[in-house]
């Protein structure tokens, strides 16, 4: 006869109690050792230059001498810089000139490259090339086809008895030009995104409407547009930080001697001009620390009013 098994148990609470195992405290060890890399990288390249130029916004410093404190004397001078308005009022045009522009473009190119045809992968390559191309490259290139003697574009509308405008010295076409090669240039990046989001679609949505007997419109609205919601959503945020950003397109194809610069001149171009052409790095900071608040105001909106059209199911 076998002796009866005696089974134990816990006491409550005493489980919470246990010390951790030598597996687990490992497991902790390699996971910060892991991580450790990224920690140190974001801390010595962006939080702690972040913090050294919210201190520089509240000095006069010129890179060379010691930083002289003066409060928010920088911020004042700010709001009363028509240099500083302008360029922000310019940052804010050509957002709104390039991030619907541009995620459009982008949603409509990610369809027609979800479809099943001969040769995709190519033309899939062929889009996203100028995501990869050095924007110096892109911007000499430009301001060559743009250029009002000798430019391919003048000549196909000089071809076709259409007028040449200037497009890069004349204030209305100046900003508008930039624009242009700025969707350009990110429309295969969003396009990607937005594909791999398309691709995340079940088929099964599809098959359900055709039996309905719905369109390819209907399709696209009912189905595909809700479900890549989310998809879109990254891409308008980063669109948008990224387009506040702007800066090598307008220092390569702009003459910085032209009065032309004025109508195109962006935030961080002024950033650029104020802390390393005229080495006054605590207006500079000022400026970036402003770029920083309208950024984050943004993208906090952004945040909240995705609740209203994001679906995640």
């Known amino acids: 006869m076998s002796s009866p098994v005696t089974v134990t148990t816990d006491p409550p609470g005493t489980s919470a109690k246990r010390k951790p195992s030598k ?6 060890i390699w996971g910060y050792v ?38 928010i004397d920088n911020f004042v001078n700010l709001m009363q810089d028509d240099k500083f ?59 060559w086809l743009y ?4 430019g391919l574009i003048n000549y196909v509308l000089g071809a076709m008895n259409l007028p040449q405008p200037n497009w890069l010295f004349d204030e209305k076409f100046a900003l508008f030009s930039i624009v242009l090669v700025s969707v350009w240039s990110s429309i295969g990046y969003n396009a990607v ?3 791999s989001g398309l691709q995340g679609i079940s088929g099964s949505y599809y098959e359900a409407a055709s039996l309905d007997g719905a369109g390819t419109l209907y399709k696209f609205f009912r189905i595909t547009l809700p479900l890549l919601t989310p998809s879109l959503f990254f891409v308008l945020v980063m669109s948008f930080i990224n387009s506040f950003q702007v800066f090598d397109l307008i220092f390569i194809m702009m003459d910085q ?23 006054n790095m605590g207006y500079a900071s000022a400026q970036a620390f402003i770029l920083f608040i309208v950024i ?18």
């Open 23 to 28: 597996l687990s405290i490992n497991e902790a």
């Open 257 to 279: 001697q032209a009065t032309m610069l004025e109508s195109t001149r962006t935030v961080v171009y002024s950033i650029w001009e104020d802390g390393f052409k005229y080495f």
């Open 85 to 143: 308005t302008g360029s922000l009022l310019n940052t804010l045009l050509y957002t709104v000139g390039t991030v619907p522009l541009s995620v459009a473009l982008a949603t409509v190119l990610a369809v027609l490259l979800n479809q099943k045809i001969k040769g995709m992968v190519f033309y899939r390559t062929l889009y996203f090339i100028p995501v990869i191309t050095m924007p110096i490259a892109v911007g000499m290139v430009w301001k």
């Open 147 to 150: 250029n009002s003697e000798f």
């Open 193 to 195: 995104i937005l594909l």
């Open 296 to 313: 984050l105001v943004i993208t906090m909106v952004q945040m909240y009013i995705q609740k209203r059209w994001v679906h995640y199911q």
């Open 34 to 71: 892991f991580i450790l890399p990224v920690v140190l990288g974001l801390g010595l390249f962006y939080m702690a230059p972040s913090a050294a130029s919210l201190f520089l916004s509240f000095t006069a410093w010129d890179g060379l001498t010691s930083p002289r404190f003066i409060g």
